[in-house]
Each structure stands twice: as C-alpha cells, then as structure tokens.
C-alpha cells in the first residue's frame, strides 16, 4: 500500500509551511507529497495568507526533496491553457529528477473563479475542454524530439508545435483522473490515466466508479489492471481517544462523522479500516488528506504506526 500526504494549501499556508510538511513527509518515508491545486479557500476559514500556486510550488520543492513523488489532486483545466501547462509540468519533472506525477480534473469551484476572473464554463463545454486538454498535454510530451505536434479541436488548436520541453519520464509523467461522473470520466481515465482516484466517498461508491473504469478500459482494449486505483480521506489518527478527538476538533470536523467518511481512531483501527476498503475496493494507494498543516507529528506518528503494519 503507497501512503501519500495530500494537502489543501488553500486553506491557508505560505510556501514555507508546505516545505515543511514535504520534508516532513520526505523523512518519515512516505511514497509522495501532493497538494491541491486551488485559488480560493473553502468552509469557514479565513484562508490567510492566501493561496499559493500549485505549479510554483512544486518546482520549489522539486529542488528542495530528494525522493517524494510530487503531483496535484487535481489541476483544474479552466486555470490555465494545455501548451503552457504542459510547458510548466514538464520543466518541474526536470527539476525534480522525474519524480512529477500529474493530476488533471475539469474544475468545478466556482467561486475561485470568478474571484480570480477565470472562466467556468457549462458542465458539458468543461469536459470538452478537459478531453481536449489531455489529448494536448499528453501528445505534446509524447512527441518524439525533432518532431512537430499539432492539434485542431472545437476548443484549442495548436499548429507545428516543436513539443518542448521533454519532461525527465519517458514516454510521459503518470496522469491521474478521478471523479464520480458515470460516462464521460471512465472513459477518459481509460484513455489516458495511469492512475484514478476517487476522493471523500464509501467503499462502494468508490468500488461502482473502479468497476467503470475497468469497464471502459476492457472495451478499447486496454488492461484495467494497468491504471492504478487509488482513494483520498481525510484523517484524524493518534494514541488514544482523546488525542484522536484533538486532532478532529483542530480541523473543525465533528469526529463521529469523521470516523464514518474518513480514517479517524487510534493506530490499531485505522490499520484494520485501510484492510477493509483493500477488501472491498482493491485499492493499492491511499492519499491522507492532512488538513492542519502545523501538526507534523500526526504525519509522523501514523508514518511509524500505521504504515508498517500495511505491508
């Protein structure tokens, strides 16, 4: 089982405290540092100082770890055009060493964009736009060298593009796909995913969305055996009950319901909680999502508690 520490930087936190936390991550041996790729806080926090770029943070701490994976859950197609994107992804894979994985979704909070001035476009001109993206990011990067790339779409065209640069991974960095949509998302995550996730859900919502990738993937020939399944939840996790209880509270969520929808417990029964949605969903990569970014022995703790009794 890959362990992966996800953060949401847009609740509040400066690039410094996200450093922290990777080397954090980095140090107690865990598979990947991600973050989420957002420009508006969410809930009832203040959300200061503000938010933080995904794309220029990860380049920073591409130069600033060793060998974390690094990678979104998820960029959003509406924040930014395919060729510069694939431009910028590609350049922090070669900072890294190849160590970039990268996670594109549609988009969908609509706040962030109109306060930032970025266009949210209808569910359906959005999927279109983002199948157009992948088709974009992934052959320019697969390209071979030497070679020009060009694309006409109903959104985007790109016309003898010289396709550079080449991220560090040959033939391309693992793209991750997730989201609970029934058709369209299955069969782009067949396409071109390496990796689908499905965040914040029970084991059999998350099992019906697994079953349709799989479904997808069989039906143009693919193996569903070589898209990684993974799951995000948020975590509470610590000795006893009432350091469990601390750690909910410092959140601001109610810890029943995060015992229902997440991995809150002591040791002993996140370990045996993780052992059921392996049994019931064939996971094999689960993303913590560590909400209070200043508690860095929580992500310690369940690094030397949790993780060696996964296998």
């Known amino acids: 089982m890959d362990l992966r520490i996800f953060t949401e930087p847009q609740q509040g936190a400066t690039y410094d405290d996200l450093l922290r936390v990777a080397r954090t991550t980095e140090a107690a041996g865990y598979d990947a540092f991600f973050r989420s790729d957002h420009y508006h806080v969410m809930g009832g926090a203040d959300g200061l100082p503000g938010p933080t770029d995904a794309w220029l943070t990860l380049a920073?701490?591409?130069?600033?770890?060793?060998?974390?994976?690094?990678?979104?859950?998820?960029t959003a197609a509406t924040f930014r055009h395919p060729g510069p994107l694939a431009i910028s992804?590609?350049?922090?894979?070669?900072?890294?060493?190849?160590?970039?994985?990268f996670g594109l979704g549609a988009g969908?909070?609509?706040?962030?964009?109109?306060a930032y001035g970025?266009?949210?476009?209808p569910l359906k001109e959005r999927f279109d736009r983002y199948a157009e993206q992948l088709e974009i990011i992934t052959g320019l990067w697969r390209t071979p060298v030497g070679e020009k790339f060009s694309f006409s779409g109903k959104h985007y065209t790109l016309t003898d593009s010289p396709a550079l640069p080449k991220p560090a991974q040959s033939p391309a960095p693992p793209?991750?796909?997730?989201?609970?949509g029934k058709k369209r998302t299955p069969e782009l995550a067949a396409r071109f995913a390496d990796e689908f996730n499905l965040p914040f859900a029970d084991p059999e919502t998350v099992l019906a969305q697994f079953d349709r990738v799989s479904a997808a993937a069989t039906a143009i020939g693919r193996d569903p055996k070589e898209i990684v399944r993974s799951v995000a939840l948020t975590v509470?996790?610590?000795r006893n009950d009432t350091e469990v209880a601390r750690r909910a509270e410092a959140v601001g969520r109610d810890l029943d319901e995060l015992r229902g929808n997440g991995l809150a417990g002591t040791a002993a029964e996140i370990v045996d909680r993780i052992g059921q949605w392996q049994e019931k969903t064939g996971l094999t990569r689960l993303y913590l999502q560590v909400l209070d970014l200043t508690d860095l022995e929580h992500i310690e703790f369940i690094a030397a508690e949790v993780a060696p009794q996964l296998g």
């Open 108 to 114: 969908w909070f609509d706040t962030e964009h109109t």
């Open 175 to 180: 793209v991750i796909i997730g989201g609970a």
């Open 60 to 74: 920073g701490l591409a130069r600033e770890t060793e060998r974390i994976r690094l990678g979104t859950l998820v």
């Open 89 to 101: 992804v590609a350049q922090v894979d070669q900072m890294s060493g190849g160590r970039v994985e």
């Open 236 to 238: 509470a996790i610590g």
């Open 118 to 121: 970025l266009d949210l476009p």
